[in-house]
């Protein structure tokens, strides 16, 4: 694929961005303009090939991207995101000589939004099993029924992904493909009511029958863990893209905090940034940024250059995604702190990033989820059989339950 130089939000345009999010967040109402604006910009079509009328750009640029989008308004940058991580695991695929995920880059081409279906109450499983039902139609396509949650872009996708399990056969398969929005058979309700990333409106999906044709289903695989290039595919662009997003907020928080400390003087007229307390918080909090920012951008190259990390490459993943969560967290807590009592006003914007970056600890892989993928790369799996939590999963949308 050819790699453009770059691509980068217009200023103004991340301004505007800015202005709104406080709007979407008191609102509780999706991010409808930031869409509009940033389709016009060409945002959708970052990821595809310059010879489809995009911007060419790979894993490492998008998430510097997303970074700086998060910045602005963290909401909008997660939801859009998940458009972002299907075009980049469309991107991956093909690196791998594998062309299945072509539709997906077509899409993007034309402008179209693309969003999840995958994340279901109750499955810890994720991408290796389904309770959603998928019912063969004798001609190569299916019908989902299920219950799908955390649908970011919920009111404005095009087209959005959809798996489930064929009972059909000897042995069951996971199945997936591509719905539009015209096909009719996918409600959403109107449950998103959260502490932050208020703005992604990452629904409840009800696939009532929803049929795919065979011409949009994509991929039928086994149960269980698999390292098919489009499990690969989407947990590595998920897991960086959505690193960053929380890179973006860490940065954002740090801001905030020294411009509040600039701003500040005690009593006997000395400038709070010339605290050596606060310095020294500054100085630690800036460092914890630095190390998640290098470590989420090492990595993405990495993708791009398809270096072969072998077996390491989920521990990797996975811990980069979990230490820059805990780490946004941290800073975000620090900057409140260092700000001071203004930064508690429920109307300011470090108030919206302490509960926007909350949101990061219920993404996959979770914590817990990051530290036994970890321990089984160094130690080997746990001998008993009841423990038999999945090393790693992937999920979708803004928050998977």
Not at 96 to 102: D, H, K, N
Not at 141 to 158: E, H, I, M, N, Q
Request: hydrophobic letters at 45%; aromatic letters at 6%.
């Amino acid at each position: 694929m050819t790699e453009a130089n770059s691509w980068t939000v217009p200023a103004d345009l991340l301004t505007r961005i800015a202005e709104r999010a406080p709007r979407y967040d008191a609102e509780n109402a999706f991010c409808a303009e930031d869409l509009a604006e940033l389709r016009a910009a060409g945002y959708l079509r970052i990821g595809v090939p310059v010879a489809q009328g995009g911007s060419g750009l790979g894993l490492r640029a998008t998430a510097a991207v997303q970074r700086h989008l998060a910045q602005a308004a963290p909401a909008t940058a997660l939801g859009l995101g998940m458009h972002q991580v299907w075009v980049q695991a469309a991107r991956s695929v093909s690196a791998q000589g594998e062309s299945f995920l072509q539709t997906v880059t077509d899409h993007a081409a034309a402008d179209r939004l693309l969003a999840f279906g995958v994340s279901e109450p109750g499955n810890d499983r994720v991408l290796f099993d389904s309770t959603t039902s998928a019912e063969p139609d004798g001609a190569g396509g299916y019908r989902f029924t299920g219950t799908k949650v955390s649908t970011s872009l919920a009111p404005a996708w095009d087209v959005l992904s959809v798996f489930g399990k064929d009972v059909s056969g000897a042995e069951p398969r996971l199945v997936h493909g591509f719905a539009l929005r015209s096909d009719g058979g996918v409600r959403h309700l109107d449950d998103w009511d959260t502490l932050g990333m208020r703005a992604t409106q990452s629904r409840t999906t009800l696939l009532e029958g929803l049929h795919v044709p065979a011409e949009r289903m994509v991929r039928s695989l086994p149960l269980g863990p698999s390292a098919d290039p489009l499990v690969f595919g989407v947990f590595a662009a998920f897991e960086l893209l959505v690193a960053s997003v929380y890179v973006g907020i860490a940065t954002r928080a740090l801001e905030l905090a020294v411009e509040a400390v600039r701003a500040r003087r005690s009593m006997d007229g000395t400038l709070r940034s010339d605290d050596p307390d606060v310095r020294r918080a500054v100085a630690d909090a800036q460092g914890a940024v630095d190390a998640v920012a290098l470590q989420v951008d090492a990595l993405a190259r990495d993708v791009d250059e398809q270096v072969d990390h072998g077996s390491r490459w989920f521990p990797l993943l996975v811990g980069t995604k979990a230490r820059t969560v805990d780490t946004a967290q941290h800073v975000v807590d620090e900057a409140l702190r260092i700000a001071g009592g203004s930064g508690f006003r429920a109307t300011g914007e470090l108030a919206r990033l302490a509960r926007d970056v909350r949101a990061g600890q219920y993404h996959p892989s979770s914590r817990d989820s990051a530290a036994r993928t970890i321990a089984s790369a160094v130690l080997g799996p746990v001998s008993s059989a009841s423990a038999s939590a999945p090393a790693v999963s992937v999920a979708d949308g803004s928050i998977a339950s």
